[in-house]
């Protein structure tokens, strides 16, 4: 089992950063792939970044690359989404996300566990 907390989120400007956390319970937290996904008000959750188990294989979505940087501290069990540029279309409530395996699914459905969730607000 794996319990996920994210951090970080908050009202930001345009060309703005923040930088979220996701801290991770449970001893085998690195054996997993880890992502990220959002959901802004009245649309689907969708994929934004996600990171191998051992930190070796990034995928971000292609509406933040160049822009947002995902990392993992497997002694520290987090992972972070540095997030540059921000802009407004960016405003949502972001995921974290761990799935069992060596391989890192980019679909929702194969992810094991989720957070709760983090606001973030980009205004213009």
């Known amino acids: 089992q794996v319990q996920l907390v994210e951090s970080g989120g908050g009202l930001v400007q345009a060309g703005g950063s923040l930088r979220l956390s996701c801290a991770a319970s449970?001893?085998?937290?690195?054996?997993?792939?880890t992502g990220w996904f959002r959901q802004a008000p009245g649309k689907e959750r969708e994929f934004v970044a996600a990171?191998?188990?051992?930190?070796?294989?990034?995928y971000y979505a292609d509406s933040v690359k160049g822009r947002f940087t995902i990392s993992r501290d497997n002694a520290k069990n987090t992972v972070s989404l540095q997030m540059n540029s921000l802009k407004p279309e960016d405003t949502a409530v972001y995921y974290c996300?761990?799935?069992?395996?060596?391989?890192?699914?980019?679909?929702?459905?194969?992810?094991?566990?989720w957070g709760q969730g983090t606001q973030v607000t980009v205004s213009s």
């Open positions: 449970g001893r085998t937290f690195s054996f997993y792939a």
């Open positions: 990171i191998s188990w051992n930190g070796g294989d990034l």
């Open positions: 996300a761990a799935a069992r395996g060596l391989l890192v699914p980019l679909e929702q459905r194969r992810y094991d566990f």
